[in-house]
């Protein structure tokens, strides 16, 4: 099992910068990917960016060039680092963890991330 509670959302004005946090706890040697995936109102939930346990990152394209994620290991911990925040990019954001020998995806509560006009 594997648990994961993200941190760091808030409201910000477009144009600047915001980071989020989440910590995995349980068997988190377990963990092969782990990322960000956000969801807006009426919208279906997207993946943002993720990061494997090789340091492999992949983003999606309306993030790339903005957003940075980044893992420590060995505090179990995955950031989002946002940078030039659009009001498109409001939504709420959930940490996500592959887990391949048990073929299981966990999933964090969320964190609200407003950006304003």
């Known amino acids: 099992q594997v648990q994961l509670v993200e941190s760091g959302g808030g409201l910000v004005q477009a144009g600047g910068s915001q980071r989020l946090s989440c910590v995995a706890s349980?068997?988190?040697?377990?963990?092969?990917?782990i990322g960000w995936y956000r969801q807006a109102p009426g919208k279906q939930r997207e993946l943002v960016a993720s990061?494997?346990?090789?340091?492999?990152?992949n983003y999606a394209d309306s993030v790339k060039g903005r957003f940075t994620i980044s893992r420590d290991v060995a505090k179990n911990m995955v950031y989002l680092q946002m940078n030039g925040l659009k009001p498109e990019d409001t939504a709420v954001y959930y940490c996500n963890a592959w887990v391949p020998s048990t073929l299981r995806t966990y999933w964090g509560r969320g964190t609200q991330v407003t950006v304003s006009s």
């Open positions: 349980g068997t988190t040697h377990s963990i092969s990917v």
């Open positions: 990061i494997s346990n090789v340091g492999t990152a």
